[in-house]
């Protein structure tokens, strides 16, 4: 049973720090990985998406990067602003043996604030 | 592009009572996922579907959910008879299907239906 785990789960960072969040996944046959955003009380917003066979992603001041064979995904945020604030969500899904993905399996969260 | 829509926003229910949830995916998207997020926790997949065809409910708690999709498009997920433990977000995502293409069953949420009770 794949398990996905968030470190830190709760950080408080100046603005304008750059900083890391770590995600470790137990199995390494994944099909794709997602990094979400959310923000209290709403849904989730997809940051970046890293297949399976990528390495990184870069969208913005974001950078994911995905070691598939230590289980590792790492998010980059660059210059951190107070409106990044939010709960960051690590994801992972596998491959159908029909083709396909799983649904997600996610990670708990990092719980981020980004004091002005 | 319109996103992924869920109605309602807000449900409060009596346990026991039955409650009903209904998504709109994407256009397009011929795979559509309810998800339940109880508090503090990340969301956790309930049901898969992909057209009209169910590809994997296998941690829905049959014995009170069930979820239908009707003509590959819209979707309901149905609680009956609730249980308190059942409080939480329920969420609706749907992703498309392009082989080979970047961006492949990468999944879009809806904004979710917040379910209280008591």
């Known amino acids: 049973k794949q398990e996905v785990t968030q470190i830190p789960a709760a950080l408080s960072v100046p603005e304008g720090e750059n900083l890391v969040l770590n995600c470790s996944f137990t199995?390494?046959?994944?099909?794709?990985l997602q990094w979400f955003r959310q923000d209290p009380g709403k849904g989730l917003t997809s940051l970046l998406l890293?297949?399976?066979?990528?390495r990184e992603q870069t969208s913005g001041r974001l950078n994911a990067s995905l070691d598939k064979s230590s289980g590792r995904s790492t998010l980059y945020i660059a210059a951190s602003q107070p409106g990044d604030s939010a709960t960051y969500l690590c994801?992972?899904?596998?491959?159908?043996?029909?083709?396909?993905?799983?649904?997600?399996?996610f990670g708990k969260g990092t719980h981020l604030i980004i004091q002005p | 592009e319109a996103g992924v829509a869920q109605s309602p926003r807000y449900k409060i229910i009596e346990k026991r009572q039955s409650v009903a949830f209904w998504c709109n995916p994407i256009?397009?998207?011929?795979?559509l996922y309810w998800y339940q997020q109880i508090l503090g926790q990340g969301p956790k997949l309930l049901i898969q579907f992909q057209n009209n065809g169910v590809v994997d409910d296998s941690q829905l708690p049959k014995d009170r959910f069930s979820a239908e999709r009707l003509k590959g498009v819209d979707s309901t997920l149905k609680i009956q008879p609730a249980k308190l433990e059942d409080s939480a977000v329920y969420l609706c995502a749907s992703s498309f299907i392009r082989f080979f293409a970047v961006g492949n069953y990468e999944q879009y949420f809806g904004p979710g239906t917040r379910l209280t009770v008591t």
């Open positions: 199995d390494s046959a994944i099909y794709n």
């Open positions: 994801a992972v899904s596998k491959g159908r043996s029909g083709g396909g993905a799983d649904g997600l399996t």
């Open positions: 890293i297949q399976s066979s990528q």
């Open positions: 256009s397009g998207h011929a795979t």
